[in-house]
C-alpha cells in the first residue's frame, strides 16, 4: 500500500466543508479590505526564496523542499507566501506607476521539511495579505486589524497580537551590535548554529529553538532599547491606532519572527498564550534584495491549519450541512429515466439532490434515504406519472402530498 507522506494529510469530508466555510468568511473579509486575490506558483527558483527569506534562516537551512529539475535548475518549493509575491510585484514592474498601494491576498499550501506535530506539517496552507507601496505606519494598522478581524470573524475572539519593533535600519544595527558584544562571552554555552550565527545574523539566535530556554537568550538585549528616535515615535504611533481600533495588543519584547525581511513592526496573533496562530511585519527592504527599486511593503500569513484546530479545540460552532434536499427513489426503467432528468432539473435550480446510481433495490435506496439525511423523499410511481404527478414526503413529519411533476419546484422552495 502507498501511504501518504510524513506531514501530509488528505482533506475531505467535514474538513473540507469546514475550510470551506472559513475561506468564504477570509475572502470576503479580504474584499472588505480593498485586497484583491492572488496565487503564485507552487515551485520558484532556489534563489528567490533563499535571498528572500535569508540564507542564515532555519527555514532556508533545514527546512525548504530544494531539488534539481530535469532541466538541472535549481526549484525550490514555496515555504512561505511573500518572496513569490514580491518576484510577482517586480517582474511585473508594478512599482512603475504606483499611485495607490498594491494590496493582495493569497491562500496557498506551503511546504517546509519539519518535524511533524500536531498544528506543524510539511504540507500546510497559509492564508497571507500583503500590501506594497505604504511606509505610512496606517498600513501597518491595517495589516494587524486584518488579522485580528479576521480571526474574530472566525469565532475566535480572544485572540491576542503580539508586537515588537525592531526598527529601521539603523536602529536594527546598532541592536545587531548590541546582540554580538552581548553574545559573544556567551558563545560556548550556544548550540554549532548559534555559533555561526553570531557573526552571520545574531538576531537568529533569539529564535533558535535549540536554546529556546537558555537564560542566556531570556537575558538577551531587547530591541525596543535600541531604537532611535524616529522609529520609537513610530511604534508609540501605532499602538495608538491599535487602541483606537480597539485591538487587543502585548508588547513582547522577545518577537523577533523567524525571518530575515523584517523591520520596523513584526507581530503574531496568539490565542491562550498557546503558539501562534500567524504572523507578520513590515520589509520594507524585501522588494529591493528581490531586484527590485526601493518599495516598502508590510504583511501578514495566518497558519490557516493551526487556525482551523484551534477553531475546533475551542467549541466554535462550524456551521456543517449533513443533509440533503431530495432523494428520488425508484424501481422501473421509465421510472428511472423520469429520476435521471429531473434530479439533473433540482439540482440545477438550487437543490441538494441525490438518486439510485447503483441499480438498487427499493429498500436499499430507502437506507440512502437515511444516510444522506434527505428531507424530503419522491417515491416514482409510473402510475402516477402518467397523470404527471409524483408524491412527495417530508421526511420529518412523515406528511405526504401529490404534487404536479411541473410545479414540483415551486412546493420545494415554498417548503423549505
Ligand atoms: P511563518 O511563515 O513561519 O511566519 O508562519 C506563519 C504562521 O504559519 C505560523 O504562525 C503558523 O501558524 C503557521 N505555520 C508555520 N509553519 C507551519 C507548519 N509547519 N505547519 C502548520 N502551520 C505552520
Not at 135 to 160: C, K, W
Not at 263 to 271: A, G, I, Q, R
Not at 323 to 347: F, G, H, M
Request: contains cysteine.
Amino acid at each position: 500500500m502507498i501511504t501518504k507522506q510524513k506531514g501530509t494529510y488528505d482533506i475531505y469530508g467535514d474538513l473540507a466543508k469546514k475550510r470551506a466555510y472559513v475561506d468564504e468568511i477570509l475572502a470576503t473579509l479580504c474584499e472588505k479590505y480593498n485586497y484583491g486575490y492572488i496565487e503564485t506558483p507552487v515551485f520558484e527558483a532556489s534563489e528567490l526564496f533563499h535571498r528572500g527569506v535569508g540564507e542564515t534562516t532555519d527555514m532556508v537551512q533545514k527546512e525548504t523542499y530544494d531539488f534539481k529539475d530535469r532541466g538541472d535548475r535549481d526549484i525550490t518549493l514555496r515555504p512561505e507566501g511573500t518572496a513569490g509575491v514580491v518576484r510577482w510585484f517586480v517582474e511585473n514592474k508594478l512599482y512603475g506607476n504606483m499611485t495607490d498601494p498594491i494590496k493582495v491576498f493569497y491562500n496557498m499550501k506551503m511546504y517546509r521539511y519539519e518535524r511533524p506535530q500536531s498544528g506543524r506539517n510539511r504540507e500546510f496552507t497559509q492564508w497571507g495579505f500583503e500590501c506594497f507601496g505604504s511606509d505610512d505606519v496606517m498600513s501597518d494598522a491595517e495589516v494587524i486589524s486584518l488579522a485580528y478581524n479576521a480571526y474574530r470573524l472566525l469565532g475566535l475572539d480572544d485572540v491576542t497580537i503580539k508586537l515588537n519593533s525592531l526598527g529601521d535600519t539603523e536602529s536594527r544595527n546598532n541592536y545587531r551590535e548590541a546582540l554580538i558584544n552581548y553574545f559573544r562571552p556567551h558563545i560556548d554555552e550556544l548550540c554549532e548554529d548559534c555559533k555561526e550565527r553570531l557573526e552571520k545574523n545574531p538576531l537568529r539566535i533569539l529564535d533558535c529553538k535549540v536554546d529556546a530556554e537558555s537564560e542566556i537568550i531570556k537575558n538577551a538585549p531587547k530591541t525596543l532599547d535600541y531604537l532611535n528616535e524616529e522609529s520609537k515615535n513610530r511604534f508609540e504611533k501605532l499602538k495608538d491606532m491599535l487602541d483606537l481600533m480597539e485591538i487587543n495588543y502585548e508588547v513582547d519584547t522577545k518577537l523577533v519572527r523567524g525571518l530575515d525581511y523584517y523591520n520596523h513592526v513584526v507581530f503574531e496573533v496568539v490565542l491562550n498564550d498557546s503558539y501562534a496562530l500567524g504572523g507578520g511585519g513590515r520589509y520594507n527592504g524585501l522588494v529591493e534584495t528581490l531586484g527590485g527599486p526601493s518599495v516598502p511593503g508590510v504583511g501578514f500569513a495566518m497558519g490557516y491549519d493551526r487556525t482551523i484546530l484551534a477553531m475546533e479545540e475551542n467549541g466554535v460552532n462550524i456551521p456543517i450541512n449533513d443533509s440533503i434536499d431530495v432523494y428520488i427513489l425508484y424501481v422501473s426503467e421509465s421510472e428511472k429515466e423520469t429520476a435521471c432528468y429531473l434530479t439533473q432539473d433540482l439540482r440545477l435550480n438550487g437543490f441538494i439532490a441525490e438518486t439510485d446510481s447503483m441499480a438498487r433495490s427499493l429498500k436499499a435506496q430507502f437506507k440512502s434515504v437515511d444516510r444522506f439525511n434527505a428531507k424530503y423523499l419522491i417515491v416514482l410511481n409510473d402510475s402516477e406519472l402518467e397523470s404527471n404527478k409524483v408524491t412527495i414526503k417530508d421526511n420529518k413529519t412523515k406528511q405526504e402530498e401529490s404534487v404536479n411533476i411541473n410545479d414540483l419546484l415551486d412546493y420545494l422552495d415554498m417548503h423549505m
